[in-house]
């Protein structure tokens, strides 16, 4: 006899655990997936993708004010008195209009934007996401 | 020498039965908790099944008390990050759930157990719990937890020496 076989004594398994487990395997075999669903499945995300609409979209980490330079705390240079913050003349217009949306989209959203979408023009779009190099307002808003 | 690959149904149902009740000793003196402990060999047996095809009927006991032994150990982890956010001591303190046996007159000496093979260093709790409840031999379970064979003996010595006399430490008192 062994010598720790007074200390360790074995437990009896709960009954039923065999029934169980063969319910569980038919139940999994039962849902599972299926190739051609799996195919028609990515052929769909495919087409949704071939015709999507054409607006740019931006996944924002950070509040959107960030966007157009604003600063953590406070206004804006306009809500600070300071000077306006002047852009160039090459994209003046659309960043006129992407500052007034992102404020509008800020005050909406009171702040909270973290993994928010925002939709932009493809102009303004194009001056925030290129890469940095020949893009003054890229530039400007950092 | 090649061996055949894949389990039949027959075959996994008969390791099921066989492997059952050492699997779940073990396993609950992991956990502690008789639904957890069928969960665990529930969720290895289903692994088991989806890889039947891939696996060798001589070498599947050895898979499924690895796998056991992951699943147990990753579950305990679990535990013990619960209770330390929960600002519980160790799970020593907490009661064994769902003892089959847990009668009013051996919960005493449950309990004194429970806490007792809880102070158990990993090392020496696995290697125990191995040699008393898997039936496998010195050699199968140096090679299941990659230790030399030596090694095996002493822990479970070390580790059977160290519950005595946590067990006559906390039964004096």
Redesign the interface.
């Known amino acids: 006899m062994?010598?720790?076989d007074r200390?360790?004594t074995?437990?009896?398994?709960?009954p039923g655990?065999?029934e169980?487990?063969r319910a569980?395997?038919n139940l999994?075999s039962r849902w599972a997936p299926s190739w051609w669903a799996l195919a028609s499945g990515a052929a769909a995300a495919m087409a949704w993708l071939a015709i999507a609409p054409g607006h740019t979209q931006i996944r924002m980490q950070l509040t959107a004010g960030r966007l157009i330079g604003e600063r953590s705390r406070g206004g804006g240079p306009a809500d600070s008195g300071k000077r306006a913050r002047h852009f160039p003349a090459v994209c003046g217009r659309e960043c006129t209009n992407l500052r007034r949306r992102v404020r509008e989209f800020d005050a909406r959203e009171d702040k909270v934007t973290v993994g928010r979408i925002v939709d932009l023009p493809d102009t303004c779009q194009s001056h925030l996401t290129a890469s940095g190099a020949g893009s003054p307002c890229r530039r400007r808003f950092r | 020498m090649t061996r055949a690959l894949g389990i039949s149904e027959a075959e996994w149902?008969a390791l099921?039965?066989r492997l059952?009740?050492p699997l779940?000793?073990f396993a609950?003196?992991y956990v502690w908790n008789?639904q957890e402990?069928?969960d665990i060999?529930?969720d290895a047996?289903?692994e088991l099944?989806v890889r039947r095809n891939r696996l060798i009927v001589s070498t599947a006991d050895r898979y499924a008390w690895t796998t056991v032994l992951n699943l147990s150990r990753k579950r305990r982890r679990w535990h013990r990050t619960k209770h330390f956010l929960r600002g519980d001591d160790s799970l020593a303190a907490l009661r064994a759930t769902g003892?089959?046996?847990a009668d009013a007159s051996r919960s005493q000496q449950y309990a004194l157990?429970h806490a007792a093979i809880e102070r158990l260093p990993e090392t020496l709790r696995c290697v125990?719990?191995l040699a008393?409840?898997s039936e496998m031999s010195y050699e199968s379970i140096s090679e299941l937890l990659s230790i030399p064979l030596g090694t095996v003996g002493s822990r479970r010595n070390l580790a059977?020496n160290q519950?005595?006399s946590e067990?006559n430490r906390r039964g004096s008192r």
């Not at chain 1, 074995?10 to 709960?14: A, F, S, W």
Request: no cysteine; glycine share 2%.
């Open positions: 062994n010598q720790s200390i360790l074995p437990l009896e398994p709960p655990g065999w169980r487990l569980r395997r999994a | 149902e099921y039965n059952e009740k779940y000793n609950y003196r008789s402990v069928q060999l529930h047996f289903m099944w003892a089959p046996d157990l125990l719990l008393e409840f059977l519950l005595r067990l």
